[in-house]
């Protein structure tokens, strides 16, 4: 922790390295740690309760007065109606923890007013912690990080999430995959949200995007890619996103590039647009649509100077 941080912040930090801490005991011995089921491909285990309590513990010690938004306990603890709300996933990327997988992540947000203000993300497997405070920038273990320079769809590496749960519209996913899949150097899954958008942050990947999310699945890391120069909204490009269940990220040009091509899937769409996606699905196959790389460039500029030093 930092005396050149947001007090909060270094509170948060405490919390996700306790949490951390017992991730990584778990993972020495995955095979004897107990799972349940919450529905179909929805996994929680005894590590994320434990997690979460040692994060909500943390937390209320340092901040009695604030509301709490977590994963596994909701809103039962904490106070009701405080405008602090700290947002909490104690084990994004559970079903790869217990397979031994090592992509998962602590993910701890403070919304102050409804607005995110602190965000951190800790890989307990890596030792990488990012975090942001509004205004301040975002850093990755202390150094400053900002999305990656590129300005063309063609050249870029773009993160994802599949859909794995009962009523997923998994046609129309495979037709916009598809179609970002032939316009990009590659699509990833790695199969955790909140480490897929600090990747975006720090300049890993170039865009992301994902349906069917929770607000603590991408509080901390929405803060993260917008203090470290990129744009985050939902699939049409609107910025109030956080309980849509529609995640779109990427740097500011290829935000740009992204909103034609995903926001006709967004529920969000036209009445056109959606009708045009169920033909595409109900064929098999992606929509025609133009060439990304061609597409206006509507949120350049929106974004802070990508030129600006690390």
Not at 59 to 71: M, N, S, V
Not at 84 to 98: Q, S
Not at 242 to 253: F, K, M, N, V
Request: proline share 5%; charged share 20%; net charge negative.
């Amino acid at each position: 922790m930092s005396s050149n941080l947001h007090p909060m912040l270094n509170v948060a930090i405490k919390a996700a390295r306790a949490a951390g801490a017992i991730i990584n005991r778990a993972a020495l011995d995955v095979e004897a740690v107990r799972i349940s089921q919450k529905q179909v491909n929805d996994f929680v285990t005894e590590v994320d309760h434990a997690a979460e309590k040692i994060i909500i513990e943390t937390l209320l010690t340092a901040y009695p007065g604030h509301g709490i938004l977590a994963e596994e306990s909701g809103s039962e603890y904490g106070a009701k109606d405080s405008e602090f709300v700290w947002i909490i996933d104690p084990l994004d990327g559970t079903t790869n923890f217990i397979h031994g997988f090592p992509v998962y992540c602590v993910s701890i947000a403070l919304s102050v007013k409804g607005k995110i203000e602190q965000a951190v993300i800790y890989d307990p497997s890596r030792n990488d912690l990012f975090t942001a405070t509004k205004g301040r920038g975002a850093y990755m273990n202390d150094r400053r990080i900002r999305v990656s320079k590129r300005t063309q769809l063609k050249d870029c590496l773009i993160s994802t999430g599949f859909p794995f749960r009962p009523g997923d519209n998994f046609k129309a996913y495979m037709n916009m995959m598809g179609e970002v899949m032939q316009r990009t150097a590659g699509i990833r899954r790695p199969g955790s949200a909140a480490l897929d958008l600090a990747y975006v942050a720090a300049g890993f990947a170039d865009g992301f995007f994902e349906s069917g999310l929770s607000i603590w699945d991408i509080a901390a890391g929405s803060l993260l890619v917008t203090e470290a120069g990129g744009l985050v909204g939902n699939f049409t490009g609107e910025a109030e996103f956080l309980e849509q269940r529609e995640c779109l990220a990427g740097t500011p040009r290829i935000y740009g590039q992204l909103v034609p091509i995903l926001g006709k899937y967004s529920k969000f769409a036209s009445a056109g647009d959606k009708a045009a996606v169920r033909q595409a699905a109900d064929a098999g196959e992606p929509d025609a649509a133009p060439a990304a790389d061609a597409a206006p460039d509507a949120q350049d500029g929106a974004a802070k100077d990508e030129s600006a030093p690390l």
